[in-house]
């Protein structure tokens, strides 16, 4: 096909697109949830304050000592939740649907960039890899969230490295942290360039 005489919504497509890239990016390798300031179990009996003065938090990938550094200090999350199975398996899915999810906005902008140069018809293209990312992100920030919500496995504390894992619903001891903002922010983006790469003009 040719070239569209009108490309205002391709143009806004590609930089909502790219935007959406980024925030992808950053909500995947920043922290997911972050330790209330004197912490403690739902039983009341562990405190967590050394690692809230050291900027402690949980990324998808495991534990970190200073959450906006580079590298693990505290455990991946194979050795995190090794004392609770069925969350290390969410945390599992949830690393390889992140991963999917930023290798197809980065297919899908690259193609949005093409169609503005020619063959429109690559807007279907970009609609469909805009429909599975929404899917993917979606199941992403949904297992971030249902830990955050949720007990999962039997047990009430499993130990890790050199601190303490709580299978439990996460709610009492953490708070969301910027990586799950960011990751709504990468959804609700796709969500919208999905309408947006649909619209003649």
């Not at 806004?12 to 980024?22: A, D, G, K, M, N």
């Not at 930023?102 to 805009?130: D, E, K, P, Q, W």
């Not at 297992?143 to 999962?152: E, I, L, P, Q, R």
């Not at 910027?178 to 990751?183: I, S």
Request: aromatic residues 12%; proline residues 1%.
């Amino acid at each position: 096909m040719g070239c569209c005489t009108c490309k205002v919504s391709t143009i806004i497509y590609c930089i909502l697109q790219c935007l959406s890239l980024v925030f992808t990016v950053l909500g995947t390798a920043f922290g997911q949830y972050k330790l209330k300031s004197d912490t403690q179990n739902a039983d009341g009996d562990m405190n967590w304050d050394g690692y809230v003065k050291d900027d402690y938090c949980v990324t998808l990938w495991g534990a970190k000592d200073k959450c906006y550094s580079g590298g693990y200090s505290k455990a991946s999350t194979k050795d995190f939740y090794k004392g609770c199975p069925n969350r290390q398996k969410r945390f599992r899915a949830a690393e390889v649907l992140s991963i999917i999810s930023i290798v197809l906005i980065a297919l899908a902008a690259i193609f949005g960039f093409i169609s503005l140069c020619c063959c429109s018809c690559l807007r279907v293209v970009c609609l469909i890899l805009g429909i599975i990312t929404v899917g993917t992100l979606c199941v992403v920030w949904a297992m971030v969230a249902d830990s955050f919500n949720n007990k999962h496995d039997d047990f009430n504390i499993a130990a890790v490295v050199d601190a303490n894992s709580y299978c439990g619903k996460l709610q009492p001891i953490y708070n969301y942290d910027a990586g799950f903002a960011l990751l709504i922010v990468g959804w609700a983006l796709q969500f919208i360039n999905c309408i947006i790469v649909m619209l003649p003009c």
